[in-house]
């Protein structure tokens, strides 16, 4: 049973068409909710940590909400280099630590 | 700061034989997070240290794997007896932990890739 799911898996749009993804988590305890960036062949880069429901946090075109059961990435009039697959991690309790936990991220293919 | 840089970037071995991966994290990041990704797949968690001491480590990891952060700086990850499973790109993070119990973002090193032949 996945903890992280994200949604869709893939996704196309037009330069300037905006749009969201969504990561839903089931885990208990959030201790942090974070979303990264990852281009191909390369390690991903961080973009937000929100630890609240009801936290926002915005950068350039990307703003990250969060609530008790899911997260939204939301792209404002995105361009072309917006491109990439964006992952969403938890950090929940498992077997008495804290571990990262990875969605299997959404493919963002933005057409000029 | 340089960010976080692992090496080898690629490795490619046969079956059977061992190989050896080094992380080098922000200097002043005292957790490093080893994963395993594989295509369209996100980050799978391996094990993670708190400057020297291994936390953490996933129960779906082999014997075969190990690891080690002598000193609390940089970081190696052995795979022995590497089977073509193994294949997959292996990522190393780091990040600050100020205030217990709080977990900031982590900051990725470039990957190594590793094909098992």
């Known amino acids: 049973e996945d903890q992280v799911t994200q949604s869709p898996e893939a996704l196309r749009l037009q330069e300037g068409e905006s749009s969201s993804l969504n990561c839903s988590y089931t885990v208990s305890g959030l201790r942090g909710l974070f979303w990264y960036r990852q281009d191909p062949g390369k390690g991903p880069e961080f973009l937000f940590t929100?630890?609240?429901a009801g936290e926002e946090k915005e950068k350039e075109r990307l703003k990250a909400t969060l609530t008790k059961k899911e997260s939204f990435l939301h792209i404002t009039a995105p361009k072309p280099e917006d491109s990439a697959t964006y992952l969403c991690a938890v950090q929940a309790p498992s077997g008495g630590s804290y571990i990262p936990t990875f969605g299997r991220g959404t493919s963002l293919i933005v057409h000029p | 700061d340089t960010g976080v840089s692992q090496d080898p970037r690629h490795k490619i071995t046969k079956r059977g034989q061992n190989v050896t991966f080094r992380c080098d994290p922000i200097?002043?990041?005292?957790?490093l997070y080893w994963y395993r990704q594989t295509l369209g797949q996100g980050p799978e968690f391996l094990t993670y240290f708190q400057n020297e001491a291994q936390l953490e480590k996933s129960r779906l990891l082999s014997d075969r794997f190990s690891a080690e952060r002598p000193k609390g700086s940089f970081s190696t990850l052995e795979i022995q007896r590497t089977e073509q499973g193994d294949s997959a790109m292996y990522l190393c993070?780091?990040?600050?932990?100020?205030?217990?119990?709080?977990?900031?973002?982590?900051?990725f090193g470039p990957g190594t890739r590793l094909t098992v032949l």
């Open positions: 200097s002043e990041h005292n957790r």
């Open positions: 929100l630890y609240s």
């Open positions: 993070a780091s990040s600050s932990t100020l205030i217990a119990g709080v977990y900031n973002e982590q900051f």
